[in-house]
């Protein structure tokens, strides 16, 4: 997706964790700012918390050595030769320093030395601000988050409360007990006393959210509440709740990599592996004191999203990343009356019918405005690759760099397009596409994914450029709910065509949604969940 070439709406951040340095540019155009898309992101392995606990010090801390002041010196002047190719404005670079350069000995001296061989001077983060940034970037990470959060650096945690976009009330809490410092701590041994220690410090915390109220009502009407984890040390770790506490498991493939390259764990790195105990220390700790909680939800949201977040308006973040990031793709004079044609094709009363209504709750307005702003993405594709190139688009296509969308979002865009250019794909990608449906839970989700895809495949052919306002009204649709001969439910759909389209130009689309409602073609075989579905054409005189 081609961004707009505008310099002054770009972003370069250098996030100076304890673990590591991150640098990033990201482009905050209005157009596309709610999903902060990023030009240029890099990394620099330099471990300002390791740096202060060498081997030699006996668990005391040491001041940062001049050889790492130096490596830090060198990758932002690096970075410095990246911000000029990009021609990113001097105002718009930020330097965000966190826990491990904000408690050093010899933090003053750090930022001289930066100040005066690099020009840039660096922000250390307060602990409330950075759990303020934290809880901002999680928000950011989904289009709706309502629970507890919790940010996982290198030297601290934060804890929050999150409701909507909206920063916590209360702030957030931020504790002495990141990865790398659990891990120090451990190995000094007096687990009884840490214990005691991280337990007193997480129930503290949760008590000064003053959140309460907020978790009775999230247990009354959801059975409990969500906790919302971000931070590379939680990465791994499954997403129940049953998952999330079984650190056997966890550590016993954390153990195994770490002994064999062949076990290696993607994107889990052996740094991130051999703190794998204090991750499973902490999750022990969290689960005795943070006993509202009913599910864990992973989060794709640190420094640099929580800043760059906060930068937005209200307005902006509240935008549906879904929504935002598939606009440019939309073509023809709108999207909304294609987006219209789409939802007319399901039937008015299904929400008020119990059983027939199975399903649904997922395909909302939302991710089917996403649908038919992309509903022609593939379109210059060969026949051979349409239905493949489309299911992947959300993954490892052309949205798979999009920040904010739910793994369900990604599954359910990617089969409603693959479904619209007919679902005949490749065996390798067969494989790929059942792991997507997997993640749907309920399988008639699945049969309306299917019915949808052959009402686009049917309006895309009708509109090969999209709705054209000048044209007229060329394709309607009328959809109830009927019983057939057996008083089983059906679907009637009445496909009404403008006068000047021919019923036989569309024979095979029209068939192709007729087969959807074939029992062979239901989700789960001929028992499964499916309707049958009844198709009726008129043309206007």
Same mark, same amino acid.
């Given at each position: 997706?081609?961004?707009?070439?505008?310099?002054?709406?770009?972003?370069?951040?250098?996030?100076?964790?304890?673990?590591?340095?991150?640098? #990033?540019?990201?482009?905050?155009?209005?157009?596309?700012?709610?999903?902060?898309?990023?030009?240029?992101?890099?990394?620099?392995?330099?471990? +300002?918390?390791?740096?202060?606990?060498? %081997?030699?010090?006996?668990?005391?801390?040491?001041?940062?050595?001049?050889?790492?002041? @130096?490596?830090?010196?060198?990758?932002?002047?690096?970075?410095?030769?990246?911000?000029?190719?990009?021609?990113?404005?001097?105002?718009?670079?930020?330097?965000?320093?966190?826990? @491990?350069?904000?408690?050093?000995?010899?933090?003053?001296?750090?930022?001289?030395?930066?100040?005066?061989?690099?020009?840039?001077?660096?922000?250390?983060?307060?602990?409330?601000?950075?759990?303020?940034?934290?809880?901002?970037? !999680? @928000?950011?990470?989904?289009?709706?988050?309502?629970?507890?959060?919790?940010?996982? *650096?290198?030297?601290?945690?934060?804890?929050?409360? +999150?409701?909507?976009?909206? =920063?916590?009330?209360?702030?957030?809490?931020?504790?002495?007990?990141?990865?790398?410092?659990?891990?120090?701590?451990?190995?000094?041994?007096?687990?009884?006393?840490?214990?005691? /220690?991280?337990? @007193?410090? !997480?129930?503290?915390?949760?008590?000064?959210?003053?959140?309460?109220?907020?978790?009775?009502?999230?247990?009354?009407?959801?059975?409990?509440?969500?906790?919302?984890?971000?931070? *590379?040390?939680?990465?791994?770790?499954? =997403?129940?709740?049953?998952?999330?506490?079984?650190?056997?498991?966890?550590?016993?493939?954390?153990?195994?990599?770490?002994?064999?390259?062949?076990?290696?764990?993607?994107?889990?790195?052996?740094?991130?592996?051999?703190?794998?105990?204090?991750?499973?220390?902490?999750?022990?700790?969290?689960?005795?004191?943070?006993?509202?909680?009913?599910? !864990?939800?992973?989060?794709? *949201?640190?420094?640099?999203?929580?800043?760059?977040?906060? +930068?937005?308006?209200?307005?902006?973040?509240?935008?549906?990343?879904?929504?935002?990031?598939?606009? %440019?793709?939309?073509?023809?004079?709108?999207?909304?009356?294609?987006?219209?044609?789409?939802?007319?094709?399901?039937?008015?009363?299904?929400?008020?019918?119990?059983?027939? #209504?199975?399903?649904?709750?997922?395909?909302?307005?939302?991710?089917?405005?996403?649908?038919?702003?992309?509903?022609?993405?593939?379109?210059?594709?060969?026949?051979?690759?349409?239905?493949?190139?489309?299911?992947?688009?959300?993954?490892?296509?052309?949205? =798979? #760099?999009?920040?904010?969308?739910?793994?369900?979002?990604?599954?359910?865009?990617?089969?409603?397009?693959? =479904?619209?250019?007919?679902?005949?794909?490749?065996?390798?990608?067969?494989?790929?596409?059942?792991?997507?449906?997997?993640?749907?839970?309920?399988?008639?989700? +699945?049969?309306?994914?299917?019915?949808?895809?052959?009402?686009?495949?049917?309006?895309?052919?009708?509109?090969?450029?999209?709705?054209?306002?000048?044209?007229?009204?060329?394709?309607?649709?009328?959809?109830?709910?009927?019983?057939?001969?057996?008083?089983?439910?059906?679907?009637?759909?009445? !496909?009404?065509? *403008?006068?000047?389209?021919?019923?036989?130009?569309? /024979?095979?689309?029209?068939?192709?949604? /007729?087969?959807?409602?074939?029992?062979?073609?239901?989700?789960?075989?001929?028992?499964?969940?499916?309707?049958?579905?009844?198709?009726?054409?008129?043309?206007?005189?």
């Amino acid at each position: 997706m081609a961004l707009p070439q505008d310099p002054s709406y770009l972003q370069a951040l250098v996030d100076i964790g304890s673990n590591g340095i991150r640098f #990033s540019i990201t482009s905050l155009h209005p157009s596309q700012a709610r999903i902060l898309p990023t030009l240029h992101q890099s990394r620099c392995g330099i471990s +300002l918390y390791d740096a202060q606990y060498p %081997p030699s010090s006996a668990g005391e801390r040491q001041p940062i050595p001049s050889s790492t002041i @130096a490596a830090v010196i060198s990758a932002l002047r690096d970075f410095k030769r990246t911000t000029l190719d990009f021609c990113v404005p001097e105002a718009n670079v930020k330097l965000l320093a966190t826990e @491990a350069t904000r408690t050093a000995i010899n933090a003053a001296d750090l930022l001289a030395e930066v100040k005066a061989n690099v020009g840039w001077e660096i922000s250390l983060l307060s602990k409330e601000e950075e759990g303020r940034i934290g809880a901002l970037g !999680v @928000a950011s990470s989904l289009p709706g988050v309502r629970g507890l959060v919790m940010d996982l *650096g290198g030297g601290s945690v934060q804890l929050s409360w +999150l409701d909507g976009q909206k =920063a916590p009330k209360k702030g957030a809490v931020s504790m002495p007990y990141g990865a790398a410092a659990l891990m120090r701590r451990i190995g000094e041994g007096r687990m009884r006393e840490l214990e005691a /220690e991280v337990s @007193a410090a !997480v129930k503290g915390a949760y008590e000064s959210l003053e959140v309460e109220g907020e978790v009775a009502k999230e247990r009354q009407e959801n059975g409990g509440v969500t906790l919302f984890l971000s931070g *590379g040390g939680f990465r791994g770790w499954g =997403a129940s709740r049953e998952e999330f506490l079984d650190t056997e498991d966890v550590q016993a493939a954390a153990a195994a990599a770490l002994e064999d390259e062949s076990e290696s764990i993607f994107r889990v790195s052996d740094r991130r592996a051999g703190q794998v105990p204090a991750m499973a220390f902490l999750v022990k700790t969290l689960a005795e004191c943070l006993p509202a909680v009913k599910e !864990v939800r992973f989060c794709q *949201g640190g420094v640099r999203e929580g800043y760059l977040s906060g +930068l937005l308006s209200s307005q902006v973040r509240a935008l549906s990343p879904l929504v935002v990031a598939t606009t %440019p793709f939309a073509w023809g004079d709108g999207t909304e009356p294609l987006a219209d044609l789409v939802s007319s094709a399901l039937p008015i009363a299904s929400r008020d019918r119990g059983y027939a #209504s199975m399903g649904l709750a997922p395909v909302d307005k939302t991710l089917i405005t996403a649908f038919a702003n992309t509903m022609y993405t593939h379109s210059s594709h060969s026949k051979d690759l349409q239905a493949s190139a489309a299911l992947r688009s959300t993954t490892s296509g052309v949205l =798979a #760099s999009v920040h904010g969308l739910l793994h369900e979002s990604r599954a359910l865009l990617g089969l409603l397009l693959c =479904a619209r250019w007919g679902d005949s794909v490749s065996p390798t990608d067969e494989t790929f596409k059942r792991s997507l449906q997997r993640l749907i839970e309920d399988p008639w989700t +699945l049969w309306w994914v299917q019915y949808l895809g052959a009402v686009a495949a049917l309006i895309g052919t009708v509109w090969p450029a999209g709705w054209k306002e000048q044209a007229g009204e060329r394709l309607k649709f009328e959809t109830t709910w009927e019983n057939d001969k057996k008083g089983n439910a059906m679907l009637r759909v009445r !496909v009404m065509l *403008g006068k000047d389209i021919s019923a036989e130009v569309l /024979e095979q689309e029209i068939h192709g949604l /007729e087969k959807v409602g074939k029992r062979k073609r239901w989700v789960g075989g001929r028992d499964g969940a499916g309707f049958k579905v009844a198709v009726e054409v008129r043309t206007a005189t």
